[in-house]
Nanobody, 121 residues
């Protein structure tokens, strides 16, 4: 089994910063893309940022220049540094990873349980 466990969410004032972490554990041979999504009530989950194993990153237009995604392959962990936070960044943030548990299987999609980020104006 594989688990993704997020941490680092909370309440912050507008203009402040937060750093989210997501650690993958279990039987893991390799992790391809790791990403962060977010969701607000009544809306679809949206991609915030993603990063490949080699470190190539992409961002949603709404967060580019403010958020930085990074990963530590040795620790199977992905991070999201969120700066200059705005009230519209308030959401539940989910970690996502494409994980292979054997060398012969295609990667499967795994999700964390979500962590709440609330930005007060």
């Amino acid at each position: 089994q594989v688990q993704l466990v997020e941490s680092g969410g909370g309440l912050v004032q507008a203009g402040g910063s937060l750093r989210l972490s997501c650690a993958a554990s279990g039987t893991i041979v390799s992790i391809d893309v790791m990403a962060w999504y977010r969701q607000t009530p009544g809306n679809q989950r949206e991609l915030v940022a993603g990063i490949t194993r080699r470190g190539s990153a992409n961002y949603a237009d709404s967060v580019r220049g403010r958020f930085i995604i990074s990963r530590d392959n040795a620790k199977n962990t992905v991070y999201l540094q969120m700066n200059s936070l705005k009230s519209e960044d308030t959401a539940v943030y989910y970690c996502n990873a494409d994980i292979s548990q054997t060398w012969f299987d295609a990667p499967h999609d795994y999700w964390g349980q979500g962590t709440q980020v609330t930005v007060s104006s």
